[in-house]
């Protein structure tokens, strides 16, 4: 390996774990909810998918995890542990990383128009909501109507922000880190 291809590879190493730290940054930035939180995490992971290769985002989400999951405050509401990732809101945590992995998937193909971005994000966020409602009913025992009104509807204004808000900084993020 020459020194040139290690330093590429400490840069992209460099940018998963920045990556990783926004959306611990992100996920803080809420507004409390009974059920579930409104945070901008998956801002953050929209960004981190669309910027970083498939591999190094899906690093940085699963890295992500692994903190909150060894007990450090990085998910809403300064959470972290077993309890915080597998809780009735885990399936949305873990569907931040197949949000990411999804996106890796479709990014060639559409990344390259505002539209597609926009399609890319939504599909994005459609599979973190099926994983996470479908975990939160199961944790709850709740309906999926009862489900929806709680995880769901109230955050599909913010959502729209967050998807809209992605896909026009990812053109500009993508300038600044051309070797991401």
Avoid at 18 to 47: D, E, K, R, W
Avoid at 128 to 137: H, I, K, P, R, S
Avoid at 158 to 176: E, F, N, Q, T, Y
Wanted: charged share 10%; aromatic share 10%; with cysteine.
């Amino acid at each position: 390996m020459t020194t040139r291809t290690k330093a590429m590879d400490t840069r992209k190493l460099l940018m998963a774990a920045l990556f990783t730290a926004g959306i611990a940054v992100c996920s803080q930035l809420m507004i409390p909810l009974p059920m579930v939180p409104i945070n901008l995490a998956l801002l953050a992971v929209y960004l981190c998918g669309a910027v970083l290769s498939p591999a190094y985002s899906a690093l940085a989400v699963g890295a992500y995890l692994l903190l909150g999951l060894i007990g450090l405050p990085v998910f809403a509401g300064l959470q972290g542990g077993p309890g915080a990732l597998f809780g009735k809101t885990g399936g949305y945590l873990l569907g931040y990383f197949l949000c990411v992995v999804l996106i890796g998937l479709l990014r060639e193909r559409h990344l390259h128009t505002l539209g597609g971005r926009v399609l890319m994000f939504t599909l994005g966020l459609a599979v973190c909501y099926l994983f996470g409602t479908v975990w939160f009913m199961t944790v709850t025992g709740l309906s999926l109507a009862q489900s929806l009104a709680f995880c769901v509807w109230p955050f599909l204004p913010g959502d729209a922000v967050k998807i809209g808000l992605a896909a026009v900084l990812v053109p500009r993020l993508r300038r600044a880190m051309p070797t991401a």
